[in-house]
């Protein structure tokens, strides 16, 4: 063969999330097609090849390796060096994982594909009904993996060996399953069972088909945990509405809106309008929750699962366990998160039984251990793209590639927010975000989020030499990164909120680091500014070393501190006193307004805010909407945007305009804007046109302030970042605006506006600023 001109012999690193998702079989078959020997083996780097024979096979393979890869691989980067062994094999062979410094992505859990689907719907098939079954191209992956290289001895399925049939297809390059780390079957794989719960405990349930039985208790308005993939859910009848209230009330959980699983495409149409993108996303390997419009009278669902919602969040079954219970109760489930308010998803069986037992009548419980808690996705499409709301399972943790311009030689820690927290640790091959580990407000949540930190570091050797936090020094996330930085003698960097926001914009849409600033627009409720103020409207001249202030909203008293971001009416006292306006024209208690105008006057417990969220919550009270308390953060403002679609009004908005920034940091007031919605409602306009023309109003004020310092700055683009983008009317009308004057617009699709992104930001702010 040495004699022989056409020879040729290579290395190859395949770098991406290449292992658990049938490669090295991929490569494999390749290989023995084209008649090339070498292996193929798995490594901390990735997939390393090494593969000899003729010139014009290594090309197409090579080739072949990147556009025939296996359904769930992404391939960053093929590299290739010369390969010189001391003797040439005779064949090819697939190798044993090789242990090293981790520099390759852990794949996503992946929903059943329609391979799976079959075995299991199959009665002559031995996986015929069995809600563990799997393959190389669906099945769990960072939910059960506890370190990398992803092999079944570094699983939760270690604990299970495989039956003579399980292991003649993990050793067949030839099967799906070959290698296939979660293979398993009836005989040797994880079991299934049902547990009662009777005055307040939990016994199995002997002699019952566990997926039938819980069927039949659903459909009889039971509520049941479910252990699933990646956390516990709590189920109930979706259409069932006391039922539903049932689980609201047990749950704690008065007023957010819950999750539905139905059984297929054509319930999802039945349900709500779906467009093929819709569709696309719901039959992904992803399957996340969809935010859909739903159909008029919204038939065939409880009220109460999405009150006052202008969309209902539906997915389809995304194992076999979920795709035979709703074949069995046929009808939509609702799904939402197993855990009582405020607190992480249960994962543990035992933790399960403890903080569960008050709100399940039954659980269904399988022996499989979760190792990573994975919450469900959200999404929905917007403007012919589907964007992501809560980044969870089957998206994390995908990495986000570097920027062009950034340094990839550093390992940095990002400790993200308090609300919607994710955290942030780069690698090689890109920063890998956390799935949404929720809001840091009792401790346990914190110590969820820790030992989710602490499995991440194990996972991808993470011992950070930087560790960045918001610029709030009380944030749990802030405080718990300076007790890491003491503990691993890292450094600790702090960003400004804002500036973390549209960093995370500029770095999912690939801006480059030495990029001219953009004019960014940062709009959420709260975050503390550099300034030691609070922020959250604001105008920034923006790239990645830095932010600077040009304008915004004016910064209003918050009356109560924390009590204003659940109580609206707090706000619009405020906004109306900070106007120049009768604040007892909002129509509330005069006690209790005088009290609030004293403490505004008085400086007491009221600091100031150029806030957006609180904007909104202050109109929507005005308008009646939750004036005296929120159920959840954004209530109100949904209500609001749900009010304002509800009108084919085209008239103008409010005349509101976003004072520039002067030296001293003070703005204008909204006189203008209050003045003529008190007017509208004094003169019985409908509030459904008044909330269109608070949207309208808004949208043009933040598209003029942009467009007027776009010119000024010389920049061509303007970056939205912040969870109001959230808010679909506004954006739409905003972007319409900003477009149409000839800016590029970038915004958020696979990385969350709101929070959730903000850790992404403050790992380029941090590198950039390095």
């Known amino acids: 063969m040495d004699a022989c001109a056409a020879f040729g012999a290579c290395r190859l690193r395949v770098r991406g999330l290449v292992q658990g998702v049938g490669f090295r079989p991929h490569a494999w078959r390749l290989a023995t097609e084209l008649k090339l020997v070498g292996t193929v083996h798995n490594d901390a780097q990735g997939v390393a090849i090494c593969v000899a024979g003729d010139k014009s096979a290594i090309v197409s393979f090579r080739k072949r390796l990147r556009s025939e890869s296996p359904p769930l691989a992404r391939i960053d980067s093929i590299e290739e060096e010369p390969w010189l062994p001391d003797a040439f094999p005779d064949g090819f062979s697939i190798g044993r994982s090789v242990p090293g410094s981790v520099a390759t992505g852990v794949v996503p859990d992946a929903a059943t594909c329609p391979d799976c689907l079959r075995d299991i719907r199959d009665p002559s098939n031995r996986r015929y009904r069995y809600p563990f079954t799997n393959c190389t191209h669906c099945g769990p992956r960072l939910s059960i993996v506890r370190q990398v290289p992803y092999d079944r001895a570094t699983t939760a399925m270690a604990a299970f060996e495989m039956c003579g049939a399980c292991a003649a297809e993990y050793a067949d390059p030839a099967d799906r399953r070959f290698h296939a780390q979660p293979n398993a079957c009836p005989e040797c794989g994880p079991r299934l069972w049902l547990e009662m719960v009777e ?396 009290t609030l105008v004293q403490m505004i006057d008085r400086g007491i417990n009221a600091p100031k805010a150029s806030s957006a969220g609180r904007l909104f919550d202050a109109f929507a009270a005005l308008l009646g909407l939750h004036p005296e308390r929120v159920g959840f953060e954004g209530q109100a403002a949904m209500a609001l945007e749900a009010l304002a679609q509800q009108t084919d009004t085209t008239e103008n908005g409010y005349a509101i305009r976003l004072p520039r920034y002067v030296s001293d940091g003070t703005g204008g007031t909204l006189h203008a804007f209050w003045r003529d919605a008190l007017a509208d409602r004094d003169a019985g306009k409908g509030p459904a046109r008044m909330a269109y023309r608070f949207h309208a109003g808004l949208a043009d004020a933040l598209a003029t302030c942009a467009i007027d310092l776009a010119r000024e700055k010389g920049s061509s683009t303007v970056a939205l970042s912040g969870g109001v983008f959230l808010n679909q009317l506004l954006t739409e009308l905003l972007v319409d605006h900003l477009e149409s004057s000839g800016l590029t617009v970038l915004s958020h699709r696979n990385v969350p506006c709101n929070d959730g992104g903000l850790s992404l930001g403050q790992v380029l702010v941090t590198f950039a600023n390095s």
């Open 199 to 594: 005055d307040g405990h939990a016994s199995e349930a002997k002699g019952v088909d566990p997926i039938e039985t819980t069927a039949q208790m659903l459909r009889s308005g039971r509520i049941v945990a479910i252990k699933g993939l990646a956390g516990f859910h709590l189920a109930c009848d979706a259409a069932n509405e006391q039922a539903v209230a049932c689980l609201r009330e047990r749950k704690r959980r008065d007023a957010k809106p819950l999750a539905v699983m139905v059984q297929n495409v054509a319930t999802a149409r039945q349900l709500c309008h779906v467009d093929q993108l819709e569709v696309d996303m719901l039959e992904s390997a992803a399957a996340p929750i969809v935010l859909l419009k739903p159909r008029q009278g919204r038939e065939g669902i409880a009220p109460s699962v999405a009150l006052g919602q202008a969309s209902l969040g539906l997915m389809l079954p995304y194992t076999p366990l979920h795709h035979l219970l709703l074949d069995a109760f046929g009808g939509p489930l609702v799904m939402t998160s197993g855990n009582r308010s405020d607190e992480p998803q249960v994962i543990a069986n035992e933790q399960a039984y403890a903080r569960l037992c008050s709100i399940a009548d039954a659980f269904l419980m399988h022996d499989r251990d979760i190792v990573n808690r994975v919450d469900d996705s959200v999404g929905r499409v917007e403007r012919g793209a589907f964007q992501l709301i809560r980044r969870a399972r089957g998206f994390a943790p995908q990495p986000v590639a570097y920027p062009p311009g950034f340094p990839r030689d550093r390992t940095v820690l990002a400790m993200g927010s308090a609300l919607k927290n994710t955290f942030a640790l780069t690698t090689p091959d890109g920063i890998v975000l956390s799935p949404h580990c929720g809001d840091l407000d009792n401790p346990e949540a914190v110590a969820a989020y820790r030992e989710t930190l602490e499995l991440y570091q194990r996972m991808f050797d993470g011992a950070p030499d930087t560790i960045c936090a918001d610029g709030h020094p009380d944030y749990p996330s802030t405080l718990l990164g300076q007790d890491l930085a003491q503990e691993t003698n890292a450094q600790v960097v702090t960003v400004a909120h804002h500036h973390a926001h549209i960093a995370s914009v500029l770095g999912e849409n690939a801006y480059p680091l030495d990029g001219p600033p953009v004019i960014g627009l940062a709009l959420d409720g709260l975050g503390l500014g550099p300034d030691g103020t609070f922020w959250g409207g604001e105008v920034l001249l923006a790239g990645y070393r830095s932010a600077e202030r040009l304008a915004g909203l004016p910064a209003v008293p918050m009356p109560g501190g924390d009590r204003a971001s659940r109580e609206p009416w707090r706000n619009l006292v405020a906004h109306l006193h900070a106007a120049g306006l009768d604040p007892y024209l909002a129509g509330f208690d005069h006690a209790r307004t005088k």
